[in-house]
């Protein structure tokens, strides 16, 4: 099966612009996460939704991310205006179904630089 | 909330000889813990998980042991060959709701051939 696709692979920036990422999970599964990866630290998640639902986007810092999952398939992530702060990998999952039960599967992620 | 924490952050070893890393977590009502591993430039790939009605799972050279009582959890590779060089993570999570996994911060294997 067709892993979970990302794009861009790398992007930089300056800080104050704008950026947006792209996911297409693996066909058939309802969950889609996105993940921040900071250098030397494990993932964290930023938002999780369930079809076209947010289902847990309690760390996402809504004053400059936003995240959509439009028809339920695929899903953009965008960060306006960005921070230093924000350079990290953004890595999106899939899974069949919310819970445990259903294992992550990842993409190879987004690098960001913000300069 | 949970807290995973992951030692150590660096591990060298020779070629053949095993490796073990080790986690600790915090919220007694975590149930699940996957390993994940991460090569260069590519997302995190589930290798092993374990569930806390079990206490030790095994899949050919990767094992994996839970220790509810001390909350601790840790993986074991044997014999180790190069392609074992990556960064592995633990996760501790729930089985029910959607409460998400929490990641340690990593560990970097090096196998030294």
């Known amino acids: 099966e067709a892993g979970v696709a990302q794009s861009p692979r790398y992007k930089i920036i300056e800080k104050r612009q704008s950026v947006a990422f792209w996911c297409n999970p693996i066909s058939g599964h309802a969950t889609l996460y996105w993940y921040q990866q900071i250098l030397g630290q494990g993932p964290k998640l930023l938002i999780q939704?369930?079809?076209?639902?947010?289902?847990?986007d309690s760390q996402l810092p809504k004053d400059r991310f936003s995240a959509e999952r439009l028809k339920g398939v695929d899903s953009t992530l965008k960060i306006q205006p960005a921070k230093l702060e924000d350079s990290a990998v953004y890595l999106c999952?899939?899974?069949?179904?919310?819970?445990?039960?259903?294992?992550?599967?990842f993409g190879n992620g987004t690098r960001l630089t913000v300069t | 909330g949970e807290n995973v924490e992951q030692h150590p952050s660096t591990l060298s070893v020779q070629e053949g000889d095993s490796a073990v890393i080790k986690c600790t977590y915090s919220?007694?009502?975590?149930?699940?813990f996957p390993w994940y591993k991460q090569e260069l430039g590519k997302g995190p790939q589930l290798i092993i998980d374990?569930?806390?009605?079990?206490g030790e799972k095994k899949d050919q050279r990767i094992a994996v042991t839970l220790n509810k009582t001390a909350k601790h959890f840790s993986l074991h590779i044997t014999e180790t060959q190069p392609e074992d060089s990556a960064v592995y993570f633990c996760a501790a999570g729930r089985n029910s709701g959607n409460t998400p996994l929490v990641f340690g911060k990593g560990t970097r294997l090096s196998v030294i051939a």
């Open positions: 919220d007694s009502a975590s149930n699940y």
């Open positions: 999952a899939s899974s069949l179904a919310s819970g445990v039960n259903s294992p992550l599967h």
């Open positions: 374990i569930r806390s009605n079990v």
């Open positions: 939704f369930q079809n076209n639902g947010v289902v847990d």
